[in-house]
């Protein structure tokens, strides 16, 4: 597992995935920031900057989940690691942390942007802590969903589409609740809405439930991604 980790992990800075998305992340949490915290807000506020980032990472993660599996299907090397000592769930496992471990260490390279609110006022401190605890565990169910796609198809561009739409299908499930008239239906959707269970953490509130509800994503789409590979060694 620790190879395939290390050899994944690597693979995104001998390519240009690694550099492009560091480089695209970094510039549009930037003015992302700027904007929502700094140019328009003029305060400390930064609700807005963490709800902007859902879609922010609903567009940029597929990028860095588009190789995962895809890129061995292509390579024919995919029977490699179907027939390596590691198990399917190892092998799974190592290359998702690999991609978690980009964007943690995006995600906490772009948190140093909340010093300089240290120059407009006093920074809630909990507030932004608890929102990265949030974007943490959201982005690791958005690489799951991604993932899971890229085992599904050899091309990495139908696999970088394909999870965008999902996520984005996952995103918006609030704003399409609220044309629907019926109550339970509509109930069923909110539930399901991610920006329902990140404004909460946008206001403040440390939200347990919704720490799980995306832990739980990332498990589900793992699981389907070890079935994937499961049915396709015995095919």
């Given at each position: 597992m620790g190879a395939i980790y290390t050899r994944e992990l690597k693979s995104y800075f001998t390519t240009p995935i690694g550099y492009i998305f560091l480089a695209v992340f970094f510039a549009v949490t930037g003015f992302c920031f700027s904007y929502t915290t700094i140019l328009q807000a003029e305060s400390s506020s930064v609700s807005a900057y963490f709800l902007f980032m859902i879609f922010i990472l609903a567009i940029m993660l597929p990028i860095l989940t588009m190789k995962l599996f895809s890129d061995d299907r292509r390579s024919k090397t995919e029977q490699l690691l179907l027939t390596s000592p590691v198990g399917l769930p190892g092998m799974v496992m190592a290359k998702y942390l690999a991609a978690l471990t980009i964007y943690a260490c995006a995600l906490?390279?772009?948190?140093?942007?909340?010093?300089?609110?240290?120059?407009?006022?006093?920074?809630?401190?909990?507030?932004?802590?608890?929102?990265?605890?949030?974007?943490?565990?959201?982005?690791?169910a958005f690489i799951a969903i991604g993932s899971f796609m890229s085992s599904l198809t050899e091309s990495q561009l139908i696999a970088a589409i394909s999870s965008m739409l999902v996520?984005?299908?996952?995103?918006?499930?609030s704003v399409v609740s609220n044309s629907i008239p019926n109550t339970f239906i509509r109930t069923i959707l909110n539930w399901f809405s991610v920006i329902n269970r990140m404004s909460t953490f946008a206001a403040g509130q440390i939200n347990l439930g919704s720490l799980i509800y995306f832990a739980s994503f990332t498990f589900m789409f793992l699981f389907l991604t070890v079935r994937v590979y499961e049915k396709r060694r015995w095919s």
């Open positions: 906490g390279v772009s948190s140093v942007y909340f010093f300089i609110l240290g120059s407009f006022g006093t920074p809630p401190t909990a507030i932004i802590i608890g929102n990265i605890i949030a974007l943490l565990f959201l982005g690791a996520i984005l299908l996952i995103v918006i499930t």
